[in-house]
Each structure stands twice: as structure tokens, then as C-alpha cells.
């Protein structure tokens, strides 16, 4: 994990690991709605030349179209304990906020409470998501 940053708000002490899966939030959606799905981080760096830029590449396995790959570059706007909060531009020439954040039981059993039936006992949650998750 790097070391803070003191250009973008926060601790910085969430951490960001490559192949894990993250709670992903983008408002505005691809409708009328926040748009909430589940993405495997392949990986991020830093944009060297931006002090608050992060290049990530991830799979979005709740895309409307089906799981696709996507690789962008957001503007950090705060980097908290807990999550980390996004933009980046959308298709149109607007943006979108983006939130990343652990999953937890609870998250899932609330977005994909069918999936967690198929949840073995004592199945960790990365595990299980690598399972039953689309990937790109």
C-alpha cells in the first residue's frame, strides 16, 4: 500500500489489493438509479504525472450488458479508512461519483440474496464471489 498521499482527503488507509473483489457504487448509473454491482480488481497504480489520479483495471460483473472488463482513471476525491471515493467521465462528457468499498456479508446478501443461498458453509467471501461471480 503506498504511503498517504497529501493531496487527496482522507487517511488513505483503505486498502486496495489486486484479485480481490470490491463493493462498487456509481452515481449516476446506467438509468435512473445508482448502479451497484461487485468488481474483481486486477490491478491500480497511481497516475505518477497526477497526484490524485489512479489508473484501476476491473472486471464490473454486474454491468448491465454482462460481466465486461473495464480500465479507468479516476480522480481520487477522498480515501478513507473504509472506502474510496471516485470520478471519472462518463461516455456524454459528464462524470460519475464512484465509491469502493469492502464486501461484506451484509452488502451481498442485500444486492444478490439468491447467490448467497449457494454460499458453502464456512466459505470465505472473496472465495465464494470467485466462484458464482461473472468475470470479463
Not at 470520478?87 to 469502493?100: N, S, W, Y
Request: some cysteine; proline content about 8%.
Amino acid at each position: 500500500m503506498p504511503a498517504p498521499n497529501p493531496h487527496i482527503p482522507g487517511d488513505n488507509s483503505f486498502r486496495l489489493t489486486p484479485r480481490t473483489w470490491y463493493a462498487w457504487t456509481i452515481v449516476p448509473g446506467y438509468a435512473d438509479y445508482p448502479h451497484q454491482s461487485a468488481i474483481y480488481l486486477y490491478r491500480w497504480k497511481m497516475v505518477p504525472t497526477r497526484k490524485t489520479f489512479l489508473e484501476i483495471v476491473y472486471t464490473d460483473a454486474g454491468y448491465a450488458e454482462g460481466a465486461q472488463d473495464f480500465e479507468r482513471v479516476v480522480r481520487v476525491l477522498a480515501w478513507t479508512a473504509h472506502a474510496m471515493v471516485c470520478l471519472f467521465h462518463r461516455e456524454d462528457g459528464g462524470h460519475r461519483v464512484a465509491t469502493i468499498s469492502e464486501v461484506n456479508q451484509h452488502w451481498l446478501e442485500q444486492l444478490w440474496p439468491e447467490a448467497m443461498r449457494r454460499r458453502e458453509p464456512g466459505e470465505g467471501l472473496q472465495a465464494f464471489m470467485t466462484r458464482v461471480m461473472p468475470q470479463g
